[in-house]
């Protein structure tokens, strides 16, 4: 079975600290993402990676940077954290496109 | 712009109901459509359509994809508690070959 990993379940940060979210998988993917869930908004893509130092953005990117150094692991990034980026955070992957996605657990942030 | 759109928002049923729900979706470059279900945690993967007319089915749920009309149904039968969740239409897609998620529909199943 796939498993996809984050690091955290909840995460509480002041405004303007940098926050880094991690996330493996142990399914050798070729694919990595991370989307943020908002109420009533479903799930927006924030970045994704196809390839290790590969990224692309997805359609909410700003405020965001994301680091893939190894295949199994994709970080992203809160640069300068802000009230309105507290959400929840889905990391998932896939072996390549069209093909399912396996999401984790999902890190609850919060910004205060 | 690419957008999938899914109804109700929110449905509450009876223990043993069926259920539909839908979903639309304006997708450029149309590759795969999926559902997914939701609890308290992860998204797990329900179902992939590719072709119109096929209906995939796994126990009690089924779905079906229209490529013409552009939508898809999900079914529920005999609907159990344990159907509690967000349900989520995806579609891949675009000018990138991203993933395009609906906002969900909320099932509550009433014993």
């Known amino acids: 079975d796939v498993k996809v990993t984050q690091s955290s379940r909840y995460l509480v940060k002041r405004t303007g600290e940098k926050v880094f979210l991690e996330c493996v998988q142990d399914m050798d993917h070729e694919n990595m993402f991370w989307y943020r869930q908002d109420p009533g908004l479903g799930l927006r893509l924030i970045y994704f990676s196809y390839d290790v130092k590969m990224k692309e953005k997805g359609d909410i990117p700003e405020g965001y940077s994301v680091s893939r150094e190894k295949k199994e692991r994709f970080s992203l990034i809160l640069e300068s954290a802000s009230t309105n980026q507290t959400s929840m955070y889905l990391c998932a992957s896939n072996l390549y496109s069209n093909q399912p996605q396996h999401f984790g657990d999902g890190t609850r942030l919060s910004i205060l | 712009e690419d957008k999938v759109v899914q109804s109700p928002l929110s449905l509450v049923v009876h223990e043993g109901d069926t259920v539909t729900l839908n979903c639309s979706y304006e997708?450029?470059?149309?590759?795969?459509l999926l559902w997914y279900k939701q609890e308290k945690k992860a998204p797990t993967f329900l179902f992939m359509l590719?072709?119109?007319?096929i209906e995939k089915k796994s126990g009690r749920l089924s779905s079906i994809l229209d490529k013409k009309e552009l939508f898809s149904i999900l079914n529920i039968t005999a609907t159990q508690t344990g159907d509690s969740a967000v349900y989520l239409c995806?579609?891949?897609?675009?000018?990138?070959?991203?993933?395009?998620f609906g906002s969900g529909t909320r099932l509550s199943i009433r014993p």
């Open positions: 590719t072709s119109s007319g």
């Open positions: 997708v450029t470059n149309f590759r795969s």
């Open positions: 995806a579609v891949e897609g675009g000018s990138a070959s991203k993933i395009i």
